[in-house]
């Protein structure tokens, strides 16, 4: 059925029903595993206007940063497949939007499902903040599984 599944994470507590969800679906169907995390383009106008980080997007530090996160988020996912018998594969995304990130990490791992977690957002909030989970939805070419 789906030999490789594509299991998005940003760290939060949903994205770990997901993680766990689509870790016990890639262990029923003896599925390969690659956990996928995307740090979204730093903001740089907005900090930049407060003072906060002049230049900051091109220093040595910012990547390294940005990689330290990811490190805290996939670590911890990637161990917890190891407790459940699995093999993953972590990738990090950098400076890419979430739904993006996560559609060309599917297309590039050559992924037959991607799971991922839905905020739950409806109304205003949804159409103010927009929804990765529906972007990905409306332009993946492979399957999603949506965890609530």
Excluded: F
């Excluded at 996928?36 to 930049?48: C, F, N, Q, R």
């Excluded at 905020?119 to 332009?139: D, F, I, K, N, W």
């Amino acid at each position: 059925m789906y030999t490789r599944i594509l299991i998005a994470t940003d760290g939060s507590e949903l994205a770990e029903k997901g993680l766990l969800k689509g870790l016990e679906l890639a262990s029923g169907l003896g599925a390969a595993v690659d956990i996928v995390t995307v740090s979204e383009p730093w903001a740089a106008g907005m900090y930049d206007a407060m003072g906060w980080s002049v230049g900051y997007m091109h220093s040595p530090e910012y990547k390294a940063d940005r990689e330290e996160g990811a490190k805290k988020i996939l670590e911890p996912a990637v161990a917890t497949a190891t407790e459940l018998g699995l093999k993953a594969t972590p990738v990090h995304v950098l400076d890419r939007y979430a739904a993006d990130g996560i559609i060309d990490t599917a297309k590039e791992r050559n992924s037959d499902l991607i799971v991922m977690t839905s905020h739950g957002r409806r109304g205003v909030t949804r159409v103010l903040l927009g929804s990765q989970t529906a972007e990905v939805l409306a332009r993946s070419d492979v399957p999603v599984l949506v965890i609530r």
